[in-house]
């Protein structure tokens, strides 16, 4: 199983409202990422947890909450976020440390906020 | 910090070869990636090169590196109009941690039938 499960595929949220996106992984990977991906450009770190731990915060807004409940499951709380915050936002993992960060990514969320 | 830079377009006819090039500015990585992205998807990896290779090659995906010049590039034989998606490469950033990756700007690759 070579695959990262990302949940909902699409979300509409208010700018007051309270959501959160949910990512999950069988591979054993034990490093998890955010990317935020916005139209015709390269995905952006947002996020990276390494055996559960946040491990590299790319200074992203605390309007975004990321979470690590265990070892397959990355979660992202997002609250009171702006318009300028709709984008696709994308999951992946890989194994840690090494020299190959070869990472697998998930199908994304398309978040539009109104 | 890591710089990848990607040409933004190619159009090839269905068929012919694509080769999609991308250069980098950090000579201490030591993978270097190719993701493929269609539409509204997320991102597959296709292959990747560890740089103590000059070539790489995986069905019709043949991928070279130039560490002198820090140039990247992937060829797609017989280029099919499924293969048309946008296509980054990706390299972990010098002195950075290994676990992040810094993606190029992506080339949108448009197969003509």
């Known amino acids: 199983d070579t695959e990262v499960t990302q949940t909902p595929k699409h979300l509409v949220m208010g700018m007051t409202n309270k959501k959160s996106l949910k990512c999950e992984q069988h591979?054993?990977?034990?490093?998890m990422y955010w990317y935020k991906q916005k139209a015709k450009k390269p995905p952006e770190l947002m996020f990276v947890?390494?055996?559960?731990?946040?491990?590299i915060n790319e200074s992203v807004p605390s309007r975004f909450s990321p979470e690590c409940p265990n070892s397959s499951l990355l979660n992202l709380h997002l609250h009171a976020l702006q318009p300028e915050d709709s984008a696709l936002y994308l999951c992946?993992?890989?194994?840690?440390?090494?020299?190959?960060?070869?990472?697998?990514f998930g199908q994304g969320t398309r978040l539009t906020v109104v | 910090g890591e710089d990848v830079e990607q040409s933004l377009f190619l159009s090839v006819r269905e068929g012919d070869s694509s080769v999609i090039n991308c250069t980098y500015t950090?000579?201490?990585?030591?993978?270097l990636y190719w993701y493929k992205q269609e539409p509204g998807a997320g991102l597959q990896l296709l292959t990747y090169?560890?740089?103590?290779?000059d070539m790489k090659q995986d069905q019709r995906l043949t991928v070279l590196l130039n560490k002198k010049d820090k140039h990247l590039s992937l060829r797609i034989a017989d280029t099919q109009t499924g293969d048309s998606a946008i296509y980054f490469c990706?390299?972990?950033?010098?002195?950075?941690?290994?676990?992040?990756?810094?993606f190029g700007t992506g080339t949108l690759l448009a197969v003509q039938p």
């Open positions: 090169i560890f740089s103590n290779m």
């Open positions: 947890y390494s055996y559960e731990k946040l491990s």
């Open positions: 992946a993992s890989s194994q840690v440390g090494g020299a190959s960060t070869e990472a697998f």
């Open positions: 990706a390299a972990p950033p010098y002195g950075g941690a290994t676990n992040k990756l810094i």
């Open positions: 591979m054993g990977h034990r490093a």
């Open positions: 950090d000579s201490s990585s030591t993978y």
